[in-house]
């Protein structure tokens, strides 16, 4: 059974950005308005990931004809696996065989920005406070922007809501509810993983931290950055979730080597009552298992105390590669997909959320139960990873990686581990 995965985007790694920035020293970072106007442009080519949404085949052959008979011109977009997209993107810069447009992840996008092999479009777009600000940010250096946000996506708690209702359990509002929730329908439900922690998701890991009070790295006044990950609120955030499986084996062993793919499968075998997941993810679920329908919940990350817990908010934005000759129309492109209609088309047809900021207030109000806890938690309780160029280094490190899965294999205590990953964190931010 073919399964759609959710939403993961590897970092560009180190020696792949130094190439990159190798090859477009000498000429890069627009900010003019290269490429001359649209009608200079007869085909558009446009680069769009694939591995974490539904078909969009069709989609993108109403989207583009409109955009056509708009303008003139032609699209031709080529489907990318998101597992080939930093070495694709990469050899083409290289190569200088760019495509015009291309869609990002919100963690790829500090990398090539800083590269500077984007154009700048904040001097085309009139309203940039349209677009969600933490993606928006991620493209900007200064005053240029070299992204603008497409879609955005969101972790948040997924359950069987036929396995609470059977054994009448309610969503939790803290974490201890949470984690008495887990506890009672895993002695109900033995065969069932109650609540799997995974070794291997980064993003899934973040929540717990930001939860507990503490920030991932925050820049100082003299711009170097100060690690809070071995906080004591950082650690409690820690000692919960990984006692989850440590201490009360809510989780499953082999769980310390999976990613959110893994989590997804799991809840889609049925094997799973309750994990965080994406908001593209019950859509994908019951694709994979049509008898889950109906069967799915979803509500925000509580906090530890009461409110929500923040959880990673990241999507996907589009950027528009400099010197190609097409940045006008390229342009263009970009906000023809970031425009209300075909943005909320989309969102509908994926499962994730609109990039802009009044069309997501749309899925906030939602009545669909599968929909509108991820909406209100990109909304209240969203978070980005710092933004600079560095960051890529600490994915591509596994820094996050490597300290959960050395608290799972019992290698490190939560103080040693998050010692270790503060100490990797700064010396990565900071240029050491």
């Known amino acids: 059974m073919a399964r759609r995965p959710l939403l993961t985007h590897a970092p560009l790694p180190a020696a792949a950005l130094a190439l990159v920035l190798a090859v477009t020293a000498c000429g890069a970072g627009g900010g003019d308005d290269g490429g001359g106007d649209i009608s200079a442009t007869d085909t558009l080519t446009v680069w769009i990931m694939e591995g974490t949404n539904p078909d969009a085949t069709g989609f993108f052959e109403e989207a583009n004809e409109a955009f056509t ?52 479009v904040a001097p085309s777009i009139d309203d940039l406070s349209a677009y969600n600000e933490e993606m928006l940010e991620m493209g900007r250096i200064d005053d240029a922007v070299y992204s603008v946000p497409w879609y955005a996506a969101v972790r948040s708690m997924v359950y069987r809501t036929d396995v609470f209702e059977e054994h009448g359990a309610e969503e939790p509002e803290n974490w201890e509810e949470m984690r008495r929730t887990a506890l ?62 440590l201490e009360d084996d809510l989780s499953t062993t082999g769980a310390v080597n999976w990613n959110e793919i893994d989590v997804m499968e799991s809840f889609s075998d049925g094997d799973t009552i309750m994990a965080l997941l994406g908001n593209a993810n019950p859509k994908a679920i019951v694709e994979n298992n049509p008898d889950l329908e109906g069967n799915i919940g979803v509500f925000p990350i509580p906090g530890q105390e009461e409110g929500y817990t923040d959880s990673f908010a990241g999507g996907s934005n589009l950027s528009v590669f400099e010197d190609t000759g097409n940045e006008a129309a390229g342009v263009a492109y970009v906000e023809h997909l970031t425009s209300p209609e075909w943005s909320v088309r989309w969102a509908d047809e994926t499962g994730f959320f609109p990039g802009g900021v009044d069309e997501l207030q749309e899925y906030v109000e939602s009545e669909d139960p599968t929909v509108q806890p991820f909406a209100v938690q990109l909304d209240e309780a969203g978070r980005a990873t710092p933004a600079t160029p560095e960051w890529g280094q600490v994915e591509s490190e596994n820094i996050i990686v490597g300290m959960q899965q050395d608290i799972l294999n019992g290698n490190a205590t939560v103080d040693e581990a998050t010692e270790s990953a503060a100490d990797d964190i700064e010396r990565i931010l900071n240029g050491g």
């Open 69 to 120: 008979e708009e303008h003139g011109v032609d699209v031709e977009v080529e489907f990318v696996p998101w597992a080939d997209a930093q070495d694709k993107i990469t050899t083409s810069m290289a190569g200088d065989t760019m495509p015009d447009v291309v869609e990002l992840g919100t963690t790829f996008v500090p990398d090539f920005s800083d590269a500077g092999a984007l154009h700048d």
């Open 184 to 245: 009672d329908l895993a002695e109900a439900e033995e065969d069932m993983i109650a609540f799997p922690v995974p070794g291997d998701a980064q993003y899934s890991v973040m929540p717990w931290i930001w939860g507990g009070g503490a920030e991932i790295a925050v820049e100082q006044d003299d711009g170097t950055w100060v690690s809070e990950i071995d906080s004591d609120g950082a650690r409690e955030g820690l000692q919960f979730f990984t006692g989850l499986a």
